[in-house]
Structure formats: structure tokens, C-alpha cells
């Protein structure tokens, strides 16, 4: 059973860098991860993807701000966000799954539980 774990979630001020960790089991073998954010009482929202390639994708609203990488020897993805905003508070999400259909997309099979993000003005 594959098994995602976030960590470094916390309180940041704007302006500041997060960094998140997703420390994943070693049984996954995948070739798409990514990051989503839960707002509350709103759908998840998706964050970024990689591709086992090392190819990223972001949506346009975060382009520039978002760095995601994959390091298969440490079984670790990362995921870093610049210039935090009181808006990107969120409950992160880690996930990992398949290359989907459409470009820059995951079938996502598993999913992390998540760790919290506060920003504060």
C-alpha cells in the first residue's frame, strides 16, 4: 500500500517562502506526483505536477512562484511556493498517480492527508 506523508506546514508571513516535504513509501513506482491545495469548503485545487522525467506543470496563476522536484533516492517530493500571499492558505495535499491523458495531467491514485498552511499579512 503506497503511503504519502507531508511535512512542513506551518504559520509564514507574506511575502516569505514555504517549502513542503511529501515523503512517499518506496513501493510507489509512479510517473506523475503533484501538489494540490483544499480551501475551505471549496474543491481541491491544483497546485502542480512532475512527471518522472523531471518535466513540470503549474497553472498560470502560479507560474513563478511554484518549484516542485522529485528525488527517487530519498523517496521525497518538494514542493516550494515564493512570495506566500494570505490567500494561499490552504491545507496542502501530496498525490501521485499516472501520466494522464491530456498534457501536464496525473490520474491521481493515492493521496497524502495533507498538512496546513497559514499565511498571515
Known amino acids: 500500500q503506497v503511503q504519502l506523508l507531508e511535512s512542513g506546514g506551518g504559520s509564514v508571513q507574506s511575502g516569505e517562502s514555504l517549502r513542503l516535504s511529501c515523503k512517499y513509501s518506496?513501493?510507489?513506482?509512479?510517473?506523475?506526483m503533484g501538489w494540490f491545495r483544499q480551501f475551505p469548503g471549496k474543491e481541491r485545487a491544483w497546485v502542480g505536477n512532475?512527471?518522472?522525467?523531471?518535466?513540470?506543470y503549474r497553472p498560470a496563476s502560479l507560474k513563478g512562484r511554484v518549484t516542485i522536484r522529485r528525488d527517487n533516492a530519498k523517496n521525497t517530493l518538494t514542493l516550494q511556493l515564493d512570495d506566500m500571499k494570505p490567500e494561499d492558505t490552504a491545507m496542502y495535499i501530496c498525490?501521485?498517480?499516472?501520466?494522464?491523458?491530456?498534457?501536464?495531467?496525473?490520474?491521481?491514485?493515492?493521496w497524502g492527508q495533507g498538512t496546513q498552511v497559514t499565511v498571515s499579512p
Open positions: 512532475i512527471y518522472a522525467n523531471g518535466t513540470t
Open positions: 498525490a501521485a498517480g499516472r501520466i494522464g491523458y491530456y498534457g501536464g495531467t496525473c490520474v491521481v491514485d493515492y
Open positions: 518506496k513501493e510507489y513506482t509512479g510517473d506523475c
